[in-house]
C-alpha cells in the first residue's frame, strides 16, 4: 500500500514540502486547485484567501486523479489561512470523507507566523480524528530556508512509515 500526499499551495511553500515528502516515502503526488483560482498578490489576496478560510468556503476543484484503493496512509500539505487549513483542502475531505475514514492521516502546514497548531486542531475536527499518524508546521520553507527543516521533515517521514 501506498501514501498519498495532497495538496494545495498559492506560492510554493507547501509544494516544495509536499514534494520533499514524496520522495523521501515513494509517494504520489496529488495537487489540487480551485477552478476559480485565488487573487495571488497584495491586499486582495490576503482579503479574500482570508474570508474564504473563515468562511469555511469549499471551492469547486479542478479535476483531480485520487484512487483511493490504492492507499494505507494520506499527507495533507496546506499553507495556513487565517489561523485554519485551505479551503480547496476542506473541498477535498468533503469530497472524500467516505473513504478517507480508514486510512491514516499525517499533515503538514507551512505559516508565515503563527496559527499552524489552531489549523491543525481544526483539520483533526473535520476528520473526526482524535491523533494524527504525524504533523508538522514550517515556517514559510521556500521563502525563508532554515537548517533546522531538513532534520524536521526527516522525522515527519520516518513517523509515516
Ligand atoms: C490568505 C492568507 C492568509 C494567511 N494567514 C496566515 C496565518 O493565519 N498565519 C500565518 O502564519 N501565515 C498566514 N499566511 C501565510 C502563509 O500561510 C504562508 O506564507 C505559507 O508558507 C504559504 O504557503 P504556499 O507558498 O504554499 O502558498 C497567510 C497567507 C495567505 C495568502
Redesign the pocket.
Known amino acids: 500500500m501506498k501514501t498519498a500526499v495532497v495538496y494545495y499551495?498559492?506560492?510554493?511553500?507547501?509544494?516544495l514540502i509536499a514534494e520533499k515528502v514524496a520522495e523521501a516515502v515513494n509517494a504520489d503526488l496529488i495537487e489540487i486547485s480551485p477552478k476559480n483560482t485565488y487573487p495571488d498578490k497584495g491586499f486582495r489576496?490576503?482579503f479574500w484567501?482570508?474570508k474564504s478560510?473563515v468562511m469555511g468556503d469549499k471551492p469547486e476543484l479542478l479535476p483531480y486523479e485520487f484512487l483511493p484503493d490504492k492507499y494505507d496512509t494520506v499527507v495533507f500539505g496546506t499553507?495556513?489561512?487565517?489561523?485554519t487549513f485551505t479551503p480547496p483542502i476542506r473541498t477535498f475531505i468533503e469530497e472524500n470523507k467516505a473513504v478517507l475514514s480508514d486510512k491514516d492521516i499525517a499533515v503538514f502546514m507551512?505559516?508565515?507566523?503563527?496559527?499552524g497548531d489552531k489549523a491543525i486542531i481544526k483539520l483533526k475536527k473535520i476528520l473526526e480524528r482524535d491523533t494524527l499518524k504525524a504533523q508538522l508546521i514550517l515556517v514559510?520553507p521556500?521563502d525563508k530556508p532554515n537548517s533546522e527543516n531538513d532534520g524536521r521533515i526527516e522525522e515527519f517521514c520516518k513517523a509515516l512509515q
Open positions: 499551495t498559492m506560492s510554493g511553500n507547501t509544494k489576496k490576503f484567501g482570508g478560510a499553507p495556513v489561512w487565517a489561523s507551512c505559516q508565515s507566523g503563527a496559527g514559510d521556500k
